[in-house]
């Protein structure tokens, strides 16, 4: 899969490979095959930036996402959490502090 030149090919051989594996008897293939189908798009956007995407950058980001939702597994709504995302995925300022103090 990983070897066509561009998201056409590799689009056949995926479709034609889903396709072959959801005709077999074997449980577990047909899972993976679904969860292929259901994640098409997202692995065909390989083939139409060519590979220039860097995987460790979106490996880091993917981090990163996971341990800031892990410290906001106490925000009562989903908002909160949202924007400590913004913040630590967007290297957004934050403020010095919440309040004035006189």
């Known amino acids: 899969f990983w070897r066509y030149a561009t998201a056409g090919w590799a689009a056949r051989f995926l479709d034609a490979w889903c396709k072959r594996t959801m005709r077999s008897r074997i449980i577990p293939m047909k899972k993976i095959a679904k969860m292929l189908r259901s994640h ?42 949202k924007i400590a995302l913004y913040h630590t995925l967007g290297n957004l300022p934050e403020p010095e502090a919440t309040h004035r103090f006189c």
């Open 40 to 81: 098409r798009e997202l692995l065909l956007n390989w083939f139409r930036t060519k590979g220039q995407v860097a995987l460790g950058a979106v490996e880091g980001f993917n981090n990163k996402a996971k341990v800031t939702s892990r410290k906001a597994y106490g925000f009562r709504n989903f908002e909160v959490m």
